[in-house]
C-alpha cells in the first residue's frame, strides 16, 4: 500500500504565501513523477505543477512568476510553493505520484486525500 499524505493548506489573504508538502510512504520500489492538481467548487480538476525525478518541470500558465514546485527525492517528498496568491488560487489541492510499489513491475497513479487552500481578506 501507498500513502500520500499532504500538509500546509489554510486561509491566506490576497498577496501571501503558502507552502504544501505531500511524502509518499508505504512499500515504494520507486517514484517517478510527482505533482500538484486542484479543484475549485463547480470546475474540473487541473494541472498546477508536475516534477519528473530528475527535476524536470511543467506547469500551468497561471502558476509563471508565482509558483514554484520542487521534490526532495530521498524523502519521497514534492513541496509547492505559493506566492502572490489570488482568491482565484482558492481550491483544494491534490498531490498525484508515479510509482511502482515493492514487488510490482507497473507504474501505477496515486493520489492524495487534498488540501485546501482559500485566499481571502
Known amino acids: 500500500q501507498v500513502q500520500l499524505v499532504e500538509s500546509g493548506g489554510g486561509l491566506v489573504q490576497p498577496g501571501g504565501s503558502l507552502r504544501l508538502s505531500c511524502q509518499a510512504s508505504g512499500s515504494i520500489s520507486r517514484v517517478y513523477t510527482m505533482g500538484w492538481y486542484r479543484q475549485a467548487p463547480g470546475k474540473e480538476r487541473e494541472l498546477v505543477a508536475i516534477?519528473?525525478?530528475?527535476?524536470?518541470?511543467n506547469s500551468a500558465d497561471f502558476t509563471k512568476g508565482r509558483f514554484t514546485i520542487s521534490r526532495d527525492n530521498a524523502q519521497n517528498t514534492v513541496y509547492l510553493q505559493m506566492n502572490s496568491l489570488k482568491p482565484e488560487d482558492t481550491a483544494v489541492y491534490y498531490c498525484?505520484?508515479?510509482?511502482?510499489?515493492?514487488?510490482?513491475?507497473?507504474?501505477?497513479?496515486?493520489w492524495g486525500q487534498g488540501t485546501q487552500v482559500t485566499v481571502s481578506s
Open positions: 498525484n505520484a508515479q510509482i511502482v510499489q515493492a514487488g510490482d513491475e507497473y507504474i501505477r497513479g496515486s
Open positions: 516534477i519528473t525525478s530528475s527535476g524536470s518541470t
